[in-house]
């Protein structure tokens, strides 16, 4: 006598939960690094209003062989009214450019500092200035001013912003 079951393709409920369960785990280890690129995105646009401060320090060193000592004296707005989407505040002090972050700026970035100091050579200002990101190196014969504030986190400096070492030329 023959066998009247008949099997029915398709997946039983175990089978479907296993899946769920998985693709639960593999989103759960994607979000950190999908979080990690959004923070990188919101610092490199933030560097923008430093790049507007930085022309006027520029401008300052050129006409006075100095660093400004503040917004001011840079011929910039004062601090909390130089805003952005992620920056709450930009503020000179001694020629670097401090960007507070704020606004719409991801939670973990909220009230952290970014700093961009110049970098010159002592005896010969009229050699261009180099601009130093965060923890990034000072270029060989040169010094920076100002005080680094940067406490950001090293993931989520942008990659020329991070600690690293200096590039000599060739010889």
Not at 40 to 62: I, M, T
Not at 106 to 132: E, F, M, S, Y
Request: aromatic content about 4%; charged content about 20%; proline content about 8%.
């Amino acid at each position: 006598m023959k066998s009247l079951c008949v099997r029915h393709g398709g997946f039983t409920l175990i089978e479907l939960m296993m899946v769920v369960a998985i693709l639960g785990i593999m989103a759960t280890l994607a979000l950190p690094s999908f979080q990690d690129r959004i923070i990188r995105a919101q610092v490199k646009e933030a560097l923008g209003l430093a790049a507007y401060a930085q022309e006027n320090v520029q401008a300052f060193q050129r006409a006075h062989r100095k660093l400004p000592a503040s917004n001011a004296e840079a011929g910039l707005p004062p601090a909390d009214k130089i805003v952005g989407n992620y920056v709450s505040r930009v503020q000179v002090v001694d020629g670097a450019t401090h960007l507070s972050f704020g606004n719409n700026v991801n939670r973990n970035l909220a009230g952290k500092t970014l700093t961009v100091r110049p970098a010159i050579v002592r005896d010969h200002p009229q050699v261009p200035i180099a601009w130093v990101c965060g923890q990034a190196g000072v270029p060989e014969q040169m010094e920076a001013s100002g005080d680094n504030r940067t406490d950001l986190p090293p993931e989520f400096l942008p990659l020329d912003c991070r600690l690293g070492p200096t590039i000599s030329p060739r010889s």
